[in-house]
Antibody, heavy 125, light 107 residues
Framework: QVHLEQWGAGLLKPSETLSLTCAVY????????WSWIRQTPGKGLEWIGE???????TYNPSLRSRVTISVDTSKNQFSLRLTSVTAADTAVYSC???????????????????WGKGTSVTVSS | DIQMTQSPSSLSASVGDRVTITCRAS??????LNWYQQKPGKAPKVLIY???SLRPGVPSRFRGSGSGTDFSLTISNLQPEDFATYYC?????????FGPGTKVEIK
């Protein structure tokens, strides 16, 4: 049974860098989209970005200038860095596995099927 | 970005009721639409993908439908464990956007 364990600092000051890591246990690391999502009461669920095991990344354009998602396949881990945080970055950050089902030729139904427990991150001076 | 909207934002229902939640995409997304259920303090759980395909282990009282821009999630014979918040998510393109959620509460 695959599960994800995440960790990182939960209290940051404005302008600092958010850094979270997610470890994958109990399953294959290759062939999936390893993702970060954040959630706030005001903005709901926001997809931050994803990395595949070869290191290819895709980011939400709204965060692209500040975000880096990296992968360490030797440890089955992936990480999130978000620079220059502000109060608007206060949220619960979750890692998740993006998997899916191949359907029609060339089509792939992607969904997030395994999630970490989430880390509450507060940005405050 | 593809914008996702949901209605209603919340609803009250009783055990045994049938409820329907709608989700609309700002552009055509074929059937690249997922539905998630989230309970307080827990991570979202995917219920349906490709608009109407039930994930293994999800009860058959959950039904998804739609294509293009308009989608719906219907829960028949609402059970106590179904009271939660439901989100749609498009997987047609990136960023993989979510709807704002529909909270299903006990009447």
């Amino acid at each position: 049974q695959v599960h994800l364990e995440q960790w990182g600092a939960g209290l940051l000051k404005p302008s600092e860098t958010l850094s979270l890591t997610c470890a994958v246990y109990g399953g294959s690391f290759s062939g999936y989209y390893w993702s970060w999502i954040r959630q706030t009461p005001g903005k709901g669920l926001e997809w931050i970005g994803e990395v595949i095991d070869r290191g290819t990344t895709t980011y939400n354009p709204s965060l692209r200038s500040r975000v880096t998602i990296s992968v360490d396949t030797s440890k089955n881990q992936f990480s999130l860095r978000l620079t220059s945080v502000t109060a608007a970055d206060t949220a619960v950050y979750s890692c998740a596995r993006g998997g899916g089902v191949a359907a029609r030729p060339g089509d792939y139904y992607y969904f997030l099927d395994v999630w970490g427990k989430g880390t509450s991150v507060t940005v405050s001076s | 970005d593809i914008q996702m909207t949901q209605s209603p934002s919340s609803l009250s229902a009783s055990v045994g009721d049938r409820v329907t939640i709608t989700c609309r995409a700002s552009q055509r997304i074929s059937d690249f639409l997922n539905w998630y259920q989230q309970k307080p303090g827990k991570a979202p759980k995917v219920l349906i993908y490709s608009a109407s395909s039930l994930r293994p282990g999800v009860p058959s009282r959950f039904r998804g439908s739609g294509s293009g821009t308009d989608f719906s999630l219907t829960i028949s014979n609402l059970q106590p464990e179904d009271f939660a918040t439901y989100y749609c998510q498009q997987s047609y393109g990136t960023p993989r956007t979510f709807g704002p959620g529909t909270k299903v509460e006990i009447k």
